[in-house]
């Protein structure tokens, strides 16, 4: 990897890449939706540009880059790495272009809607050697069931702040699930261009063919049981709003 004037061109890494869909309890829409979409990122992959920014908005290499994905991967304490729905497939295709950002998304459990996109993303996250967990619906009364196993499981997640909506805010419930954990909170965006949106309200950002990705990693926050779950969401929003005007302003 190198910097924004001298960005690095794919090359599709990895055999797990190329692995078949997973054969998952899906709907038959739902397996050629998610067969079609891994496809399709495996192509764009094949032909995109990529780079990082540091939490200032300034261009970095693999030097500073892969040594913290690699501390984030193998740290003792977990880490919640947190995004906006809309980077949602800029993160699948980094995941396909970045071998040390593979490997740390192999570490961390990614929760998903039960959605036909969030059951088709599941798969898609097993074929690339991942795990993940579907939570219900908000307002699904088992989804509280739900992220109370995900508690008591520990561990490392991935997790769209806004998944479900309202889209681009931060509500206290990823505060909580940082706490329960005992986590980090990451904060993380990627921007892709070219590239169409997908769903009007969400507004899903689709990587187009020679794209080019620019991702960019917030400083750690740290929560506690018991701290101002709503200053602690109100930072988080802060630091991915900076962030996403940051790789942004990249093109």
């Not at 892709?192 to 991702?215: E, H, I, K, N």
Request: charge should be positive; include cysteine.
């Amino acid at each position: 990897m190198q910097n924004l004037a001298r960005p690095l061109r794919s090359s599709t890494i990895e055999s797990a890449a190329e692995r078949r869909l997973p054969e998952l309890k899906l709907r038959p829409l739902e397996v050629v939706l998610a067969r079609t979409v891994l496809w399709y990122l495996r192509q764009v992959a094949r032909s995109s540009e990529w780079a990082w920014l540091d939490s200032h908005g300034h261009a970095v290499d693999s030097a500073e880059v892969n040594p913290r994905l690699l501390g984030l991967a193998r740290r003792g304490q977990p880490v919640l790495l947190s995004y906006y729905i809309a980077d949602a497939l800029g993160v699948a295709t980094l995941a396909l272009v970045h071998g040390e950002f593979l490997r740390l998304m192999r570490t961390l459990r990614c929760l998903v809607d039960d959605t036909a996109a969030g059951r088709g993303s599941g798969a898609i996250i097993e074929s690339l050697g991942g795990r993940y967990t579907l939570l219900p619906r908000p307002g699904d009364p088992d989804r509280l069931r739900v992220v109370q196993s995900v508690m008591a499981g520990g561990g490392s997640c991935a997790f769209p702040v806004d998944g479900g909506g309202p889209y681009r805010q931060v509500g206290t419930g990823v505060i909580g699930l940082a706490a329960a954990l005992n986590a980090v909170i990451v904060p993380f965006a990627v921007r892709v261009a070219p590239a169409g949106t997908f769903a009007p309200q969400s507004r899903v950002r689709v990587p187009l063919p020679r794209c080019r990705l620019v991702a960019a990693m917030g400083d750690d926050i740290r929560v506690v049981r018991g701290g101002n779950r709503r200053a602690a969401s109100a930072a988080l929003k802060e630091a991915l709003d900076g962030l996403s005007v940051a790789v942004r302003g990249a093109f």
